[in-house]
């Protein structure tokens, strides 16, 4: 498998300060794709390691059915899942553990699986950690090493702002 | 033969008690297998009720999953079109703006569900025939709002000047006419695309064309300096971004968003 991530490199690129642009809330912010009955948006973010990609989708016919997924860019081309944080949409299993999981679960990038065949993220863990998809990025930028642009400051928007300013 | 009986039933047993259905809403299940996607998660199969009788659907999760690979252009041209387009008519499937549909026929549950099973596969398949990179999906996301809130007849995708510009060497993304000066508008997803812009325009003031013309950034803030600055000297005005765009177009060119009789340019 000569494109396979190692477990150190994936704690690497998970560790890489990721720098969101100014105007990221509105490049989040989904569209629809009514032909393919889905909410959609994808935001590059480049940093010195490299080209990392947060892609949003959501199901119209099944809310609860989301994805917030942070990928990175391999050397030829095609992105590589570190992340998934995915929503109700029929459960998982876990191949090599030999484990079912019901509900909302995060998958996780692994050596491990790949080295077995399978995508990279199959391994998953139950999570409540979040619940929607708002939740859900939340999540993913406190772990995944996510830092707010410089000139963000707290808004006076009545609204909850996606990320709890400090 | 009492083993070979005895093998049978086990054999059977124990298929059927991985296989369980859930109630989860009004006429609403669950179906669940040990089938999953390469990535682990479960296909998605739920039964439920819809005008008088029982379909099974993945509720658009199939192509939404897929969609993490591919574009939509992907999913709707070329072999991948073909591949699924057979799968639906071989298993009976529909697809239903994304969602997979198969209608029980009777009682034919069992034949219903294993050909709605293999439907799911073959189609998730289609992501090997090549691996292709996520775009960014700024351009489809920019003409999808384009053709929401401009008149067809009103606009031309990839305009070029015919007479002196065969080659269309140099093209605008969009004219729009209408009025007594067109627009064009230029997508700007790089600065590849901006530089084009920026000699596009220039060569449009060299033949004397009368013109308005509008860029809309991917992200502005991320373009080289200088490459921006000589844009923006010979361009009329921008968008920093799509949102602003959306926000902003129809107050600033409300004039371009109307159906007309007849264009007048």
């Not at chain 1, 099944?62 to 030829?76: E, H, I, K, M």
């Not at chain 2, 697809?95 to 799911?120: C, T, V």
């Not at chain 2, 269309?168 to 695309?193: C, H, Q, W």
């Amino acid at each position: 498998m000569p494109d396979h991530i190692d477990d150190v490199e994936i704690a690497r690129l998970i560790s890489v300060p990721k720098l969101l642009p100014e105007a990221w809330e509105a490049r989040l912010k989904t569209r629809a794709r009514p032909e393919i009955s889905q909410k959609r948006a994808n935001l590059e973010i480049p940093t010195t390691s490299g080209l990392f990609t947060i892609m949003i989708r959501e199901s119209t016919v099944n809310v609860l059915d989301f994805s917030v997924v942070l990928a990175f860019t391999r050397p030829n081309g095609t992105l590589f899942r570190l992340r998934r944080y995915n929503g109700l949409h029929g459960g998982h299993v876990n191949h090599i553990e030999r484990q079912a999981i019901r509900g909302y679960h995060v998958h996780i990038a692994t050596e491990r699986y790949q080295i077995a065949g399978y995508r990279e993220d199959a391994y998953a863990i139950a999570s409540q950690g979040f619940a929607d998809i708002a939740s859900a990025l939340r999540l993913m930028f406190a772990e995944c090493t996510f830092q707010l642009p410089p000139t963000s400051t707290p808004s006076d928007n009545p609204q909850l702002s996606l990320i709890p300013r400090k | 033969m009492a083993d070979t009986d005895n093998i049978e039933r086990e054999f059977k047993r124990k298929v059927c008690d991985e296989l369980f259905i859930e109630q989860e809403g009004l006429n609403r299940y669950i179906v669940s297998t040990p089938l999953t996607f390469e990535d682990g998660d479960r296909l998605p199969i739920v039964l439920k009720r819809e005008d008088e009788r029982w379909v099974l659907t993945d509720e658009g999760h199939t192509f939404l999953q897929l969609t993490y690979d591919l574009d939509d252009s992907d999913l709707q041209t070329g072999s991948r079109r073909e591949i699924i387009d057979r799968t639906l008519v071989s298993g009976g499937l529909t697809n239903r703006q994304g969602e997979l549909l198969l209608p029980i026929q009777g009682d034919r549950y069992g034949d219903s569900l294993y050909s709605f099973i293999q439907a799911l596969i073959k189609i998730d398949d289609i992501r090997y025939l090549s691996r292709e990179r996520v775009r960014s999906t700024f351009v489809e996301d920019l003409k999808t709002f384009v053709e929401r809130v401009i008149p067809a007849t009103r606009r031309t995708y990839r305009w070029h000047d015919a007479q002196r510009d065969p080659p269309a060497n140099y093209e605008a993304d969009y004219r729009l006419n209408g009025t007594g000066t067109p627009l064009f508008i230029f997508a700007l997803d790089s600065e590849v695309k901006i530089r084009d812009a920026t000699i596009t325009l220039a060569q449009y003031e060299r033949w004397g064309l009368t013109f308005d013309s509008l860029g809309i950034f991917e992200d502005q803030e991320s373009v080289n300096r200088k490459v921006l600055a000589r844009f923006l000297d010979i361009c009329g005005k921008s968008f920093s971004n799509l949102s602003a765009a959306e926000e902003r177009f129809e107050k600033t060119y409300s004039e371009y968003v109307k159906e007309l009789d007849a264009a007048r340019t």
